[in-house]
T-cell receptor
Framework: SQQGEEDPQALSIQEGENATMNCSYK?????LQWYRQNSGRGLVHLILIRSNEREKHSGRLRVTLDTSKKSSSLLITASRAADTASYFCATALEYGNKLVFGAGTILRVKS | ETGVTQTPRHLVMGMTNKKSLKCEQHLGHNAMYWYKQSAKKPLELMFVYNFKEQTENNSVPSRFSPECPNSSHLFLHLHTLQPEDSALYLC?????????????????FGEGSRLTVL
């Protein structure tokens, strides 16, 4: 399996509900990032959490990082139809200069 | 608008054609990247340039040839491609570091070039 794997692969919720996506990785990291991609468009950076941080907030987004379990979660609170997109976690490896992306979670928010 | 512009947005080419994808960033960054995104697969890092020097070639077939004439421009030259090369090609940039450490912070992506190989 790859360095970053998101779970679930797809998620469908009602507007106003919270959406939680998880990411697991295998090797030590410098930081972990979450990106969003609307259909057929480029990726947009959402939030970066460093390996020595445990939680970070940005607006309706909350990211947690558990380095002992090598996992992260992205919580979107009070979801909106406009949050419909694919969400990717990306890990910046501790050794080596690259950002490795997972396959993404497709989120659909129904209005 | 992310400050990273890719052209063309869509490209259809035959297997014997030669074409190029272009990427330009207006963010003052020094690192630029090519990623390939195929359906239901993770983004694949293809090439990385840091201060115009290629620092990563992720076992990409030679039918893909990158060029980075300066820190603001990145090209991907395409020739004798295969149908399985059809994908969304994404360019990204980041701050980069003269020391060679890419300082893997935030990447800024372009909108992508959708390539179809017939």
């Amino acid at each position: 399996s790859q360095q970053g794997e998101e779970d679930p692969q797809a998620l469908s919720i009602q507007e106003g509900e919270n959406a939680t996506m998880n990411c697991s990785y295998k090797t030590s990291i410098n930081n972990l990032q979450w990106y969003r991609q609307n259909s057929g468009r480029g990726l947009v950076h959402l939030i970066l959490i460093r390996s020595n941080e445990r939680e970070k907030h940005s607006g309706r987004l909350r990211v947690t990082l558990d380095t002992s379990k090598k996992s992260s979660s992205l919580l979107i609170t009070a979801s909106r139809a406009a949050d419909t997109a694919s969400y990717f976690c990306a890990t910046a490896l501790e050794y080596g200069n690259k950002l490795v992306f997972g396959a993404g979670t497709i989120l659909r928010v129904k209005s | 608008e992310t400050g990273v512009t890719q052209t063309p947005r869509h490209l259809v080419m035959g297997m014997t054609n030669k074409k190029s994808l272009k990427c330009e960033q207006h963010l003052g960054h020094n690192a630029m990247y090519w990623y390939k995104q195929s359906a239901k697969k993770p983004l694949e890092l293809m090439f990385v340039y840091n201060f115009k020097e290629q620092t990563e070639n992720n076992s990409v077939p030679s039918r893909f040839s990158p060029e980075c004439p300066n820190s603001s421009h990145l090209f991907l030259h395409l020739h004798t491609l295969q149908p399985e090369d059809s994908a969304l090609y994404l360019c990204a940039s980041s701050r980069g570091e003269a020391s060679g450490n890419l300082n893997t912070g935030e990447l800024f992506f372009g909108e992508g070039s959708r390539l179809t190989v017939l």
